[in-house]
């Protein structure tokens, strides 16, 4: 079994689905993060991004985070989703210890209970819509039949059924981003990481994508987590939080007591 990381990378896998899920729990929260620090040592010293972080997100939420560049939300989201490592602190997925998982098991968890979408899109040009969807399930060792009928379900769901035998160099940059989203879903993952998922789209583009977004969340029963820059996209989340200086805060976004530059909240969050 191979993992397909960020970028197209290949770890080898042989932990077990079994191993990874033993002692799942049923809390109200799906993921809980408890003093969660990360710093970096560079030549000019000690970068540090955040310290003394402890949230929780609900079964079920979709969570907005926001906060200027270089705060650290795609370094969080990187370490929310087993792709990176706090310096220390405690991450439990369900009643998944994050931290204490070997690199085969972290793979494991991320191919099978995580999905990504990223700001750009990291499809494989020569392939089609539909091999590129179909890669996770051939990296967990899926046939390739069952991959491909999987994929072609997955495109059609995302409105793209009749694209699937294009290749993906040959779209355009909204329907790129469609193809990673069932590429994100296709493994049927209870958590959704999106990192500015729009941010390389026109404002249209944009919003048609991120309703998609929140269409596939609800109809799917995930648990969302998006990184974004724009405010009235986080604002249609369920809830959101601000990364800055070091420390995640509640913003007040949803009881109608917004910080400086968030939207009040519009009727029909996702």
């Known amino acids: 079994m191979v993992d397909m990381g960020m970028g197209g990378s290949v770890i080898s896998v042989s932990a077990t689905h079994e191993e990874v899920h033993s002692g799942l729990g049923s809390e109200t929260a799906l993921l809980e993060v408890r003093d969660l620090r990360k710093e970096y040592v560079t030549g000019r010293g000690r970068l540090l991004l955040f310290d ?5 997100v609900r079964r079920g939420e979709m969570l ?13 989201l990187h370490i929310l989703g087993a792709l990176d490592a706090p310096t220390s602190g405690a991450l439990y997925f369900a ?15 991320r191919n099978r209970e995580v999905g990504y979408v990223w700001q750009f899109h990291y499809l494989l040009p020569e392939f089609t819509a539909a091999e590129n969807v179909a890669l996770p399930l051939l990296a967990r060792g899926e046939s390739r039949k069952e991959a491909e009928t999987k994929a072609l379900a997955w495109l059609d769901e995302v ?12 779209l355009s940059g909204g329907e790129q981003q469609r193809v990673s989203l069932a590429r994100a879903l296709v493994t049927n993952p209870r958590m959704l990481l999106a990192d500015e998922p729009t941010g390389d789209l026109d404002a249209n583009t944009a919003d048609r994508v991120f ?22 996209l986080a604002g249609r989340c369920d809830r959101v939080m601000r990364l800055e200086a070091g ?3 509640e913003d007040l976004a949803k009881t109608g007591k917004p910080h400086a530059g968030l939207p009040e909240t519009r009727n029909g969050s996702c």
């Open 159 to 170: 409105g793209l059924a009749d694209r699937a035998e294009h290749q993906a160099g040959e």
């Open 247 to 249: 420390h995640m805060e």
């Open 52 to 56: 003394g972080l402890s949230f929780s």
């Open 211 to 232: 309703s998609l977004i929140q269409r596939m969340h609800a109809s799917h029963g995930l648990t969302s987590i998006l990184v974004t820059h724009n405010q009235e």
């Open 64 to 76: 907005g985070i926001v906060g200027t560049s270089g705060a650290g939300k795609s370094t969080l």
């Open 95 to 109: 009643s998944i210890h994050l931290n204490k998982l070997s690199s085969r098991q972290a793979a494991d968890f």
